[in-house]
């Protein structure tokens, strides 16, 4: 009878520690250590975001807009956290995998393209937008295309994948590399470099920019896809599932083109449709 009573509080015991084990596992549902648990527990989310790409992410003073930025706010939302809630983090392409690694940030939304060199250290929702990598020169260039590069000096930014594809398909031209390309459009303007180059998306942005009215054209021939991704843990499918539930109910809700059209779309281009049969299996 008392062998009885102890193993029955015995049985107990090692079951509310199961319980307990399961709410603070890391890798559960609603577990602390992904963006649906940390969302709901914190109300608070960091996102890394670029800082000097106008039209997608710009920083101007304390405030963050474009693409990218509605993005976010439109997951923010979806996850339960108000705009207060959000914070903005400037990352530049090669700190963003180890920005989401080493939690200084929860989600990365800044012009990231999916591929799978960076899935096998990040997880990706979307593809909310496909860009591709194109070519920005001065007016009077001509450069027509990524074999007018041969013997001149391209500017691109280090861990993006437009700088890793002049390295490895355009040998012949010579890269510059800076962490930014706001440097690389100054550079441009310098005449201390021939072309910059990255996706159409970002130098539309810059050569729309006041500052450089009627110095640069975009050349117009894209020469790969660079599809957007959201960036999360490599371990938060869970996350990464629900990143792509919210861009499913973004498109038909009319949020989704309110975000393109509220940023990029200001210019004339109108918004494109996102689609969802594509979105990313988050495995
Ligand atoms: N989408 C490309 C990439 O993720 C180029 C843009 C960027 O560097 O942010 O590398």
Redesign the pocket.
């Known amino acids: 009878m008392r062998i009885t009573r102890l193993t029955a509080v015995v049985g107990a015991f090692a079951l509310a520690m199961a319980a307990a084990a399961c709410g603070g596992d890391d890798s559960g549902s609603g577990s602390a250590s992904g963006i649906v648990g940390k969302a709901s527990k914190d109300k608070k989310l960091v996102f890394g975001v670029?800082a000097d790409?106008p039209g997608l992410g710009l920083q101007t003073g304390g405030t963050y807009t474009g693409f990218d930025i509605e993005i976010a706010k439109i997951i923010a939302k979806g996850l339960g956290v108000p705009e207060s809630g959000i914070e903005y983090k400037t990352t530049?392409?090669a700190n963003?995998e180890p920005f989401i690694q080493q939690g200084q940030v929860d989600l990365v939304i800044?012009?990231?393209?999916i591929n799978d060199e960076?899935k096998k250290v990040v997880n990706f929702g979307g593809p909310y937008y496909i860009?591709g990598?194109d070519l920005l020169v001065r007016t009077d260039s001509t450069i027509a295309g990524p074999e007018g590069l041969a013997g001149k000096k391209v500017c691109?930014?280090s861990?993006?994948?437009?700088?890793?594809r002049i390295q490895t398909d355009y040998k012949d031209a010579s890269l510059q590399q800076f962490d930014s390309?706001s440097k690389c459009v100054q550079a441009l303007a310098n005449k201390t470099v021939d072309a910059v180059t990255?996706?159409d998306i970002?130098l539309a942005g810059y050569a729309a920019q006041d500052q450089y009215a009627g110095q640069f054209k975009v050349v117009g021939k894209k020469f790969s896809d660079?599809p957007?991704g959201i960036g999360v843990k490599k371990s938060d499918s869970e996350g990464c599932n629900k990143i792509n539930e919210i861009l499913k109910a973004s498109a038909s809700d009319g949020s989704y083109k309110a975000a393109w059209d509220n940023t990029l779309g200001k210019s004339g281009t109108a918004a494109p449709t996102l689609d969802v049969t594509k979105l990313t299996n988050c495995s």
């Open positions: 670029k790409q530049v392409s963003r800044a012009t990231y393209t960076r860009a990598q691109s930014v861990g993006s994948t437009p700088a890793k390309y990255t996706d970002i660079e957007y």
